[in-house]
């Protein structure tokens, strides 16, 4: 991983903090390493793995980065393999991720009661509801906020 990819993940943390993903599978030896680590290991789908937000992460930051899991030290976001590529610079990448993180902030502020973390639990959960929870202003938001993340991170349109 270039430096300048490690910089960016470090900041970041939203493949980490449940924005992203809501699971990161491992294989079962991981498993035994990261309750060694102190972390929650469950079983989705038949596989085992971590739930996201992850244990490990603090602010933005991985407090086991150097001995991560491979799910997590493989995964490379579209927006970090830009980067790599040389096709945004690194400040336009940090720049990105901070919009990415005022995003969900915001949709977190306006729940009841407001959050910071597990937000874009929250945007699944309603988002997948026949009958939505929120008002049509907050739902335009998390779709919009949705399609951000989708696009930006998973490079999906």
């Not at 793995?49 to 490990?56: I, K, M, Y």
């Not at 933005?60 to 927006?79: D, I």
């Not at 699944?124 to 930006?152: I, K, N």
């Amino acid at each position: 991983m270039s430096q300048a990819l490690s910089d960016l993940c470090v900041q970041c943390g939203l493949c980490c903090n449940g924005s992203l993903f809501d699971f990161v599978a491992i294989s079962e030896s991981e498993a035994s390493a990261c309750q060694d680590m102190g972390l929650a290991v469950v079983e989705k789908a038949g596989r085992l793995g971590l739930r996201l937000r992850c244990g490990a992460l603090q602010g933005a930051t991985c407090t086991k980065y150097e001995v991560r899991p491979s799910g997590c030290r493989s995964f490379v976001c579209a927006l970090g393999k830009q980067l790599v590529a040389g096709t945004v610079t690194a400040e336009a990448a940090l720049a990105v991720v901070r919009d990415a993180q005022a995003r969900v902030l915001a949709l977190g502020a306006k729940l009841d009661p407001p959050r910071t973390t597990d937000v874009m639990t929250h945007v699944r959960v309603a988002l997948a509801s026949p009958l939505p929870p929120y008002d049509d202003a907050w739902m335009a938001e998390a779709r919009a906020t949705q399609r951000f993340l989708t696009e930006t991170f998973h490079g999906w349109s």
